[in-house]
């Protein structure tokens, strides 16, 4: 099994950053071969804003591309989200997701709560 939490959301102003952080635990953390972040803002729906691969490539939404940066350490057990720039847009619950092999299970965290104000 997987546990994924993340933390390092709040309030911010416009132009502002935020960094987000996924920590991966449980027997199964190691066989995690593709960690993403997702957004779901207020009445819409949950969309893929990065993903991050074990080999380390990378990849971004077209609304995200060039203002946020996602890394990883440790194997993908901890992940980053580095949000520069923020909009009122980016306002929203971010969620990480967790792939495994070879099966792909997938794994969700609990959300961590993104305001950015005008």
């Known amino acids: 099994q997987v546990q994924l939490v993340e933390s390092g959301g709040g309030l911010v102003q416009a132009g502002g950053s935020l960094r987000l952080t996924c920590l991966a635990s449980g027997s199964s953390a190691d066989r995690i071969s593709t960690m993403s972040w997702y957004r779901q803002p207020p009445g819409k729906e949950r969309e893929l804003v990065a993903q991050?691969?074990?080999?380390?490539?990378?990849k971004y939404s077209d609304s995200v591309s060039g203002r946020f940066t996602i890394s990883g350490e440790n194997a993908m057990r901890k992940v980053y989200l580095q949000m520069t720039s923020l909009k009122p847009e980016d306002t929203a619950v971010y969620y990480c997701?967790?792939?495994?092999?070879?099966?792909?299970?997938?794994?969700w965290g609990q959300g961590t709560q993104v305001t950015v104000s005008a």
């Open positions: 991050i691969f074990s080999g380390g490539q990378t």
């Open positions: 997701k967790g792939t495994s092999r070879p099966f792909e299970y997938l794994y």
